[in-house]
């Protein structure tokens, strides 16, 4: 979508600001011992007490109100019976629509102990992701988006994750612009606007590039070997730094 008047923003705003909040609950709320279907439920309370519909629930049907993707899992984990270990990384994905407005944020957390791998993965891949924002301007190309994760990534010898990528947001969980990489493509000739919604959402491993559905029709996945680690905002383009909708309070 576009902004198009100020209750537009207030509208993103007030959505962004639950889906935040809500995924901050979750992470805090991570314990050894818990299934991931526990860890959802928070979600559900949090986003059902606000007034707020899940968005891959409301759009897709999908069997859980929240996406919760462990080690391997890159996206879109079923909330389920896997019961949560000490040292598991694990991916949220939190967005809902209020009022006819979508946001759409994640994150990824270890349960301690961490291990210096996965604490170096989740530096990198949350730095990537403010690179990528500030790439992010009204007349500059797309496709800076992904120069700058990839850039990071290779700096940092981690993968980028190239079969799953940011997308607009705002009216809808999905939206034009459609798939946007979080690597460089120099074909990628699309432009940034004003008062555009997008997210960014780098997708960084630690070896894979590609993820797998697992068989269950959801659940995107690496090899075993690789840890993939996402961070997301959902924001609007301008003609300086974009405005972060999913900040908590």
């Given amino acids: 979508m576009s902004i198009e008047s100020e209750q537009d923003l207030i509208a993103l705003k007030r959505i962004g600001r639950i889906v935040a909040n809500c995924l901050q609950t979750m992470g805090k709320a991570l314990e050894p011992g818990m299934t991931t279907r526990e860890l959802d439920d928070i979600g559900r309370k949090y986003l059902e007490f606000h007034g707020a519909r899940?968005?891959?629930?409301?759009?897709?049907?999908?069997?859980?109100?929240?996406?919760?993707?462990?080690?391997?899992?890159?996206?879109?984990?079923?909330?389920?019976?896997?019961?949560?270990?000490?040292?598991?990384?694990?991916?949220?994905?939190?967005?809902?629509?209020?009022?006819?407005?979508?946001?759409?944020?994640?994150?990824?957390?270890?349960?301690p102990p961490e291990s210096r791998v996965k604490r170096n993965l989740c530096i990198a891949t949350k730095r990537a992701l403010e690179l990528a924002i500030n790439e992010a301007r009204a007349g500059q190309r797309l496709n800076g988006i992904g120069r700058a994760i990839e850039t990071h990534a290779l700096r940092n010898h981690l993968t980028v994750i190239e079969n799953i990528g940011s997308h607009g947001v705002g009216k809808a969980l999905h939206e034009e612009p459609g798939f946007i990489p979080g690597?460089?493509?120099?074909?990628?000739?699309?432009?940034?606007?004003?008062?555009?919604?997008?997210t960014i959402e780098p997708f960084l491993s630690t070896g894979a590039r590609e993820v797998f559905d697992t068989g269950d029709g959801w659940t995107l996945a690496t090899n075993k070997r690789y840890l993939t680690a996402q961070y997301e905002h959902t924001m609007v383009i301008t003609k300086g730094r974009p405005i972060i909708m999913t900040l908590p309070a």
């Fill in 183 to 198: 690597y460089y493509d120099p074909k990628d000739r699309r432009v940034l606007k004003e008062n555009q919604v997008i």
């Fill in 54 to 111: 899940s968005a891959p629930k409301l759009t897709y049907n999908f069997p859980g109100t929240t996406c919760i993707s462990v080690n391997e899992e890159a996206a879109h984990g079923i909330p389920g019976d896997r019961v949560l270990a000490a040292s598991d990384l694990v991916n949220i994905d939190v967005s809902a629509e209020l009022a006819g407005y979508f946001a759409d944020t994640g994150g990824s957390f270890i349960i």
